[in-house]
C-alpha cells in the first residue's frame, strides 16, 4: 500500500499534504529497512505464519519493488545504494528458498523448518517473482555485480514458465495443471512480465511477441466494457496439497486480477510505443 505513496513523492513535486506522506513514507522505509522480519542467516523478508519461519514468494512482490523505489527516492548517494543492494540481494536470496531448480519455476513458499516440503507451482506465485525482478532489472545499473545474476534468473524463469501457456493463451492456475482452470491474474503478470522484457532488450522479441499477444487476447476476452475482469483466483494461503489450489474459489474483480491487467496493460502499450 505504500508503492503509490513513495512513487507520488518521487514524481511529482509540491501538494497538499505532501508532509504527511514524507512522515508515512520516511516511517515505511525505516520499517523496510530495520524492522521487517527477515530470515536468519539471509537478506530476505520472512513470515512467522503458517509457521516460523515460512518463505512466500509474494514478499518478492510485497517488498522488494519497494526498496526498489525507496532507492529512487533517497535523498542520499549512501541511502540509495543501502536499498538497491537490498532490493538485488533479495532476489538472489529467495532463490535457494523458494525456486525449484528441477522444474525452473517458483514453489508458493517455504518451510524452514521442514525443507522437504514441496509446494506446488502457483500461477500467481510465479507472477509476483518475474515482476519483482522485473522491477529490479529496470533501475539496477548493468554494472551491478548482481545485475547478471539477476538477469538470467528472470529469463531462466520465463524460459520455462511460457512452456506452460495453454492453446488458448491462457496460463493454468497451477502451472503444470490443466485441471486446474485457465486464471487471469497470473497470465496478466506474465504478460507484464513479457512485455517489459521486450522492451528493455532482456528477451528476444520475434520469440516472446507471439506468446504476449496470444496471451494478451486471451485477457482482452475476460475484460468486459464496464471494466469487469473474470477468472481471478482469490487471495490464497499456502499448502503442499495442490487440490487446495486446483479447487481454490475464482472471483469477478478480485483486486489481485484486476490492477494486474491494468498493468499488463500499461506496460503492452509502452512496447507498443517503445516507450521506457
Not at 548517494?77 to 543501502?82: L, Q
Not at 490443466?178 to 520469440?207: C, H, Q
Request: with cysteine; hydrophobic share 40%.
Amino acid at each position: 500500500p505504500a508503492l503509490p505513496f513513495i512513487y507520488k513523492l518521487r514524481t511529482e513535486g509540491d501538494f497538499k499534504n505532501r508532509t504527511n506522506y514524507e512522515t508515512f513514507v520516511n516511517g515505511m522505509m525505516k520499517y523496510a529497512r530495520d524492522e521487517q522480519i527477515r530470515l536468519p542467516g539471509s537478506s530476505i523478508y520472512t513470515r512467522v505464519t503458517p509457521e516460523e519461519y515460512t518463505t512466500w514468494v509474494d514478499d518478492m512482490f510485497m517488498g522488494i519493488p519497494f526498496l526498489v523505489q525507496a532507492s529512487l527516492y533517497a535523498k542520499d548517494d549512501a541511502t540509495r545504494k543501502a536499498f538497491l543492494d537490498d532490493a538485488a540481494s533479495q532476489v538472489i536470496d529467495f532463490i535457494p528458498q523458494v525456486f525449484d531448480k528441477k522444474s525452473n519455476l517458483y514453489m508458493h513458499a517455504h518451510y524452514s523448518k521442514r525443507p522437504e516440503v514441496k509446494m506446488p507451482h502457483w500461477s500467481r506465485a510465479n507472477g509476483w517473482a518475474t515482476w519483482a525482478m522485473s522491477d529490479v532489472l529496470k533501475v539496477l545499473p548493468t554494472s551491478h555485480p548482481k545485475y547478471k545474476s539477476i538477469l538470467k534468473q528472470y529469463r531462466r524463469h520465463l524460459e520455462e514458465v511460457i512452456k506452460w501457456q495453454d492453446k488458448s493463451g491462457f496460463w493454468f492456475n497451477v502451472l503444470e495443471y490443466p485441471e486446474s482452470k485457465p486464471e487471469v491474474s497470473g497470465t496478466a503478470i506474465f504478460v507484464m512480465s513479457i512485455a517489459r522484457g521486450i522492451n528493455y532488450g532482456w528477451l528476444d522479441g520475434k520469440k516472446y511477441r507471439p506468446i504476449l499477444e496470444k496471451a494478451w487476447k486471451a485477457l482482452a476476452s475476460q475484460v468486459e466494457e464496464d471494466g469487469t475482469v473474470h477468472n481471478i483466483c482469490m487471495g490464497t494461503m499456502c499448502s503442499e496439497d495442490v487440490n487446495y489450489y486446483i479447487n481454490r474459489p475464482f472471483f469477478d474483480d478480485d483486486t489481485h486480477g484486476s490492477f494486474a491487467v491494468m498493468f499488463a496493460g500499461i506496460d503492452v502499450y509502452k512496447m507498443l510505443n517503445d516507450i521506457k
